[in-house]
């Protein structure tokens, strides 16, 4: 027994969610804040049989299209950009995709 962690992108949260669960897998979905851009994720619990570990990740990745976003990145204020003022200098992110972890289930019951 395996468990897939997957971490989508909210937008995409919903959509996985139901692909999976039309293939049959059983997911967990816990909303949670991504580092660099702070922007809402998704992460799905997905606890599967080895042999299906690759058709669920193939399953997230044909559902996760990577996509590009232009944004502002506005620096922290500190002294000296306060005397300053502000510069945003716009920037191409890469959204969309997934991080996957799959790791070993030592135990598993279902009470």
């Given at each position: 027994?395996?468990?897939?962690?997957?971490?989508?992108?909210?937008?995409?949260?919903?959509?996985?969610?139901?692909?999976?669960?039309?293939?049959?897998?059983?997911?967990?979905r816990?909303?949670?804040?991504g580092g660099?851009?702070?922007?809402?994720?998704?992460?799905?619990?997905?606890?599967?049989?080895?042999?299906?570990?690759?058709?669920?990740?193939?399953?997230?990745?044909?559902?996760c299209?990577?996509?590009?976003?232009i944004?502002?990145?506005?620096?922290?204020?500190?002294?000296?950009?306060?005397?300053a003022?502000?510069?945003?200098?716009?920037?191409?992110?890469?959204?969309?995709?997934?991080?996957?972890?799959?790791?070993?289930?030592?135990?598993?019951?279902k009470?």
């Amino acid at each position: 027994m395996k468990i897939i962690y997957a971490i989508v992108s909210s937008d995409d949260g919903t959509r996985v969610t139901d692909v999976l669960n039309e293939h049959q897998f059983s997911v967990t979905r816990l909303a949670t804040t991504g580092g660099f851009l702070k922007k809402g994720n998704s992460t799905l619990l997905i606890g599967t049989e080895e042999e299906r570990v690759n058709e669920a990740i193939e399953l997230i990745k044909d559902t996760c299209g990577k996509r590009q976003k232009i944004t502002c990145n506005v620096p922290a204020p500190n002294i000296a950009s306060i005397s300053a003022g502000y510069m945003m200098m716009p920037m191409t992110v890469e959204l969309g995709g997934a991080t996957i972890f799959v790791t070993d289930v030592e135990r598993f019951e279902k009470i």
